[in-house]
């Protein structure tokens, strides 16, 4: 059963800790990427890497940070650095230059 | 830089008549455009495609949508609502290639009986 899964689904973290969001694929794709959505708003690139070991930054990658040492896997990790973190967080993969696919979602609430 | 706007935040139909959501987008060179449906807390699914083929492209659930160059446009129709249909819709514009892809605010459609 192919496809993207992200855990856990719901997630709450006090002010101050870091915590690190899942992504796994088995679908083969070389691209990930990783995307924070707020309630009215379309979905806002934080980190997307092409390659194992190489990722680069979105539009609002400060306060984030991520990996990439298996092609399967794409963690994120919010650090107590990002102001506002309590969001919807979205992963997604694809072929290069194709389009992506997405996981089902982590909702992220700091409490 | 390409960009993408929704023109509704939101549109409610009746089940059983038509659905347009609408699309604008801009962008230097010819872009793929895609639409995407994301049903409460789910992921993002996506309806069609479009990358310079056939301007009037089909997707899943009976949703369509029309690339016009002219009006800088991609609208998603649908003949006949139908209550499954209620979800947040996104058009997204990705240029050169799809790893910088733009989304739009999103449409939220409802159905009412």
């Known amino acids: 059963d192919g496809g993207i899964t992200q855990s856990p689904k719901y997630l709450f973290r006090k002010e101050g800790q870091n915590v690190t969001l899942s992504c796994e694929q088995n679908l083969n794709h070389d691209a990930m990427y990783w995307y924070r959505q707020d309630p009215g708003q379309g979905l806002r690139l934080i980190y997307y890497s092409q390659i194992v070991n190489d990722f680069q930054k979105g539009d609002i990658a400060e306060g984030y940070s991520v990996s990439r040492e298996k092609k399967e896997s794409f963690p994120l990790t919010v650090t107590s650095a990002q102001k506002n973190p309590t969001a919807f967080y979205l992963c997604?993969?694809?072929?290069?230059?194709?389009?992506?696919?997405f996981g089902p979602g982590t909702r992220l609430t700091v409490l | 830089a390409q960009s993408v706007t929704q023109l509704d935040s939101h549109v409610s139909v009746s089940e059983g008549t038509p659905v347009l959501l609408r699309c604008n987008y801009s962008s230097s060179y010819s872009p793929s455009l895609f639409w995407y449906v994301q049903h409460p807390n789910k992921g993002l699914q996506l309806l069609l495609k479009y990358t310079s083929a056939a301007t009037l492209v089909k997707g899943i659930n009976g949703f369509e949508a029309e690339f016009k160059k002219s009006e800088t446009s991609f609208h998603l129709t649908k003949p006949s609502a139908h209550m499954s249909d209620a979800a947040e819709y996104f058009c997204?514009?990705?240029?050169?290639?799809?790893?910088?892809?733009?989304f739009g605010a999103g449409t939220r459609l409802t159905v009412k009986p």
């Open positions: 997604a993969s694809s072929r290069l230059n194709n389009e992506q696919f």
């Open positions: 997204v514009v990705s240029l050169y290639n799809n790893n910088d892809m733009r």
